[in-house]
């Protein structure tokens, strides 16, 4: 039986309106404002009431005495503070139930999670103080610590630690430490050292996350002083973490034997770890395996009623690293598959809409600018949109997209984008430098007249030399001296180069 659209989940697009635009950030909830006190409600700390008489409902009524020494230190402090931090000198404040009237009276209760007074009252259970919080108090002597001390106290409270979870995180953050240090190698390599000495202790102890990070480290050279991608190093680690069930190791692992990086290229073992990561739900993982069965790669024979299922099973899972499942359906949805997916052009236009406008997926935002330009897929004609879409594309680097770029402002668009030759030049210049044949050599031909720049023939002609070895004939032709049949300043720009 052929699927339809409704098997998708996914609601059709309306062509009388445009996909949706990309979300913003929404600002964070308003806070309460610091040294302003809260209004008084029923659930408020009252130092001034009187405790009640002892009752059935209250059997420690020695912790509502008001000559009590701990409330008298916690009123003295909220009064100087007006911040409820918990004495370190009365273990009755850790120890007391959550059903004890003292635990809905004190300013302690009211301290939310996450605040530096509920980490403190984290760091005292169990009756060892794991952190040291004293610089922190209330009073003259409060400071901040330095980078450096901040890097010695954490690493000390590492080492008291059993739990391998807080001391790979540890090794990570000296890896993020050392990054930005460029100016003193010496400090940055010890930091590196550091890390990569206790990743590999918790690998050797079978910690998975430390093993498939300390891979991540290898492959990306970032341990090597020569800068290079020490995949032998790599691949049996992504290895030994995917026994574990590691799904980003478990993909790692499949792209080595994919493309032959630390192993011998091995297109069943390839199959064996993307499936296992794509059980999993690794959306990579997912997305390659769909693809595969689709097209009959990796030695797999042609299954497009599976490829498609993982495809959607992907799109599912389809995250900003890994949106390509998204583009991919848009992509079969387009041309179809017999009796596997319908010609949907409106649908795939919801798909395109939906990985450019959520996901921020270049190619697909890319596409759509291509939509609204010329009005492909059934697409209304709308530059605002077009221009919108290639910007987005364009901002991440997609050098045909910069290139579009440079075509609008050639010309503009009345109420939406000036004409600019300046701004024409520039995304001209991104595409070129991102080795796009057609516009190397528009910035040659940019400098040789002189739109949006000054002019230079010298370094015209080394734009279109960049451009002739690139295979641009045109670049070629006017290397050997023939005469352009373009001629005008924007007729020239525009039609010569084939912008539009």
């Known amino acids: 039986m052929m699927e339809t659209n409704a098997n998708n989940g996914l609601p059709r697009h309306d062509m009388n309106k445009p996909p949706p635009l990309p979300k913003h950030n929404q600002l964070p909830p308003t806070t309460p404002v610091p040294n302003k006190p809260l209004p008084p409600t029923s659930s408020s700390p009252s130092f001034n009431k009187k405790a009640p008489l002892p009752t059935a409902e209250s059997p420690n009524p020695s912790y509502h005495t008001d000559n009590h020494p701990y409330q008298q230190q916690q009123q003295q402090q909220y009064n100087e503070s007006n911040t409820s931090l918990p004495g370190t000198n009365n273990s009755r404040n850790t120890t007391m139930s959550s059903s004890s009237p003292r635990s809905s009276s004190t300013p302690t209760s009211q301290s939310p999670p996450g605040t530096r007074a509920s980490s403190i009252n984290l760091s005292l259970m169990g009756g060892d103080q794991l952190l040291d919080h004293s610089?922190?108090?209330?009073?003259?002597?409060?400071?901040?610590?330095?980078?450096?001390?901040?890097?010695?106290?954490?690493?000390?409270?590492?080492?008291?630690?059993?739990?391998?979870?807080?001391?790979?995180?540890?090794?990570i953050f000296m890896v993020e430490a050392a990054k930005p240090v460029v100016d003193d190698d010496e400090t940055r390599w010890e930091y590196l050292a550091e890390a990569e000495k206790l990743l590999k202790q918790l690998s050797s102890r079978g910690h998975a996350e430390s093993q498939y990070y300390l891979g991540n480290l290898y492959a990306s050279g970032l341990l090597s002083r020569k800068n290079k991608n020490e995949f032998d190093k790599a691949f049996p680690l992504f290895i030994q973490a995917s026994k574990h069930h590691h799904p980003d190791a478990a993909y790692r692992a499949a792209k080595c034997y994919e493309d032959g990086l630390g192993s011998r290229k091995d297109s069943s073992k390839a199959v064996q770890f993307y499936r296992k990561a794509a059980t999993l739900n690794h959306p990579g993982a997912m997305y390659r395996m769909g693809v595969a069965e689709v097209n009959g790669e990796l030695g797999i024979s042609k299954n497009a009623r599976d490829g498609v299922k993982w495809l959607k099973r992907a799109a599912e899972a389809a995250t900003v690293e890994y949106p390509q499942s998204i583009h991919e359906l848009a992509l079969l949805h387009e041309r179809g598959i017999d009796n596997v997916v319908f010609v949907?052009?409106?649908?795939?236009?919801?798909?395109?809409?939906?990985?450019?406008?959520?996901?921020?997926?270049?190619?697909?935002?890319?596409?759509?600018?291509?939509?609204?330009?010329?009005?492909k897929l059934e697409c209304p004609q709308d530059p605002a949109l077009s221009i919108h879409y290639y910007t987005i594309a364009a901002q991440q680097g997609h050098r045909e997209a910069c290139f579009a770029l440079t075509a609008w402002y050639l010309v503009g668009s009345p109420n939406v984008l000036p004409q600019s030759d300046a701004d024409a030049y520039m995304w001209a210049k991104r595409a070129a430098d991102k080795e796009l044949p057609k516009a190397e050599y528009a910035v040659g031909y940019f400098t040789e007249v002189g739109i949006g720049i000054n002019k230079n023939l010298d370094e015209a002609m080394v734009w279109y030399k960049k451009a002739a070895q690139n295979g641009d004939k045109r670049a070629i032709q006017r290397l050997q001296g023939k005469p352009s049949e373009k001629s005008g300043k924007k007729k020239g720009a525009q039609e010569d180069c084939t912008i539009m």
């Open 344 to 375: 949907d052009l409106q649908y795939a236009v919801t798909l395109y809409g939906e990985a450019a406008a959520e996901l921020g997926y270049a190619p697909s935002a890319f596409k759509l600018g291509e939509c609204y330009e010329y009005g």
């Open 135 to 171: 610089h922190l108090k209330p009073g003259n002597k409060a400071s901040l610590l330095s980078y450096t001390q901040s890097i010695n106290m954490y690493r000390e409270n590492a080492k008291k630690t059993k739990s391998p979870d807080i001391q790979c995180d540890f090794a």
